[in-house]
């Protein structure tokens, strides 16, 4: 049997406002935690119920030297970018963007989505690109809802969604350039998983819904809470106490660390300041691009 990883910290998520005004639970970078090698972020947008016309995104900004990762719960997004992309987010559909040596990126809500109203859920992850990724080209990976491998458990009371890596049979689709996981498991009450992680990653889960026991302490903790787990195991539990009312729904991510520096400013992640201060300049002489609105 391999050993199950114990429990080293819980952060709670902070609420804050991101782009436009639209409010989102950060778990880190906070006071607390700045990262978690190789995520650089996690925001969890809403869940907010927006009334006609008052839907709220991230107008026009710049990326550089890392991927962003936004995964739809409900409400619809419209993206478009510098390089001549764009296309719309719906409920379930994944966007992997590796903003590389940069781009211009706006992620506003759909159209149709700000003139009706409606419940806006959703969750961005920010994985770090190693150095000898900093400056590749721009790519993006669409994945629609219907193009996500989903697993089950033997006893059908445990599903997944496979964004990264391979869980309950399901192996992921996207390719990643670091090394990660990243399952979103549906646990209805009494279910329980064990997930094979590499002994080297990082790995911590995040409830987006319910209470969730984790870890060899089988510890109760609920929704917008981060947990990180210690580096002594090859396998992470999860389960949904027996009398739970709903079922749970819990991120599991995890990545082999990178172990480079990380100096960080807004929207740019590089390895030292001099690099920081030349994405500042190409920046500002329009060397990423603009989107043609």
């Known amino acids: 049997m391999s050993a199950v990883r114990s429990i080293a910290h819980v952060f709670p998520a ?7 005004g639209f409010v989102v639970h950060r778990p880190f970078p906070t006071r607390q935690l700045m990262d978690f090698d190789p995520f650089l972020l996690l925001d969890e947008m809403g869940p907010t119920d927006y009334a006609p016309g008052a839907a709220k995104g991230a107008p026009d900004h710049p990326h550089r030297g890392f991927e962003t990762v936004t995964y739809m719960l409900a409400g619809r997004f419209g993206h478009k970018d510098s390089a001549g992309h764009s296309g719309t987010l719906n409920p ?23 003139r009706t109203g409606g419940r806006m859920h959703g969750l961005q992850l920010w994985v770090n690109l190693p150095a000898s990724d900093k400056m590749i080209a721009p790519r993006y990976q669409e994945m629609p809802h219907a193009g996500i491998p989903q697993g089950r458990s033997a006893d059908g009371k445990a599903t997944v969604k496979v964004i990264a890596g391979e869980s309950l049979g399901a192996k992921a689709a996207i390719e990643t350039r670091t090394p990660i996981l990243y399952l979103h498991f549906t646990l209805a009450p009494g279910a329980r998983v064990e ?27 609920g929704a917008q809470q981060m947990v990180a787990f210690a580096g002594d195991g090859e396998t992470v539990t999860i389960a949904a106490p027996a009398d739970a009312t709903e079922p749970v729904e819990v991120l599991l991510i995890g990545g082999l660390p990178l172990n480079e520096p990380v100096v960080r400013y807004g929207p740019f992640v590089m390895n030292t300041e ?11 002489a329009g060397r990423m691009g603009r989107i043609s609105h």
């Open 14 to 20: 902070v609420r804050t406002t991101e782009g436009g």
């Open 92 to 114: 379930g559909d994944v966007q992997w963007m590796t903003a590389g040596a940069g781009v211009i990126h706006s992620e506003m809500p759909d159209p149709e989505f700000t």
């Open 274 to 284: 001099q690099e920081i201060r030349q994405a500042v300049l190409d920046y500002q």
């Open 195 to 221: 997930q094979p992680v590499p002994p080297a990653w990082n790995v911590f889960a995040y409830g987006v819904s319910g209470t969730a026991r984790y870890g060899t302490e089988g510890e109760a903790i």
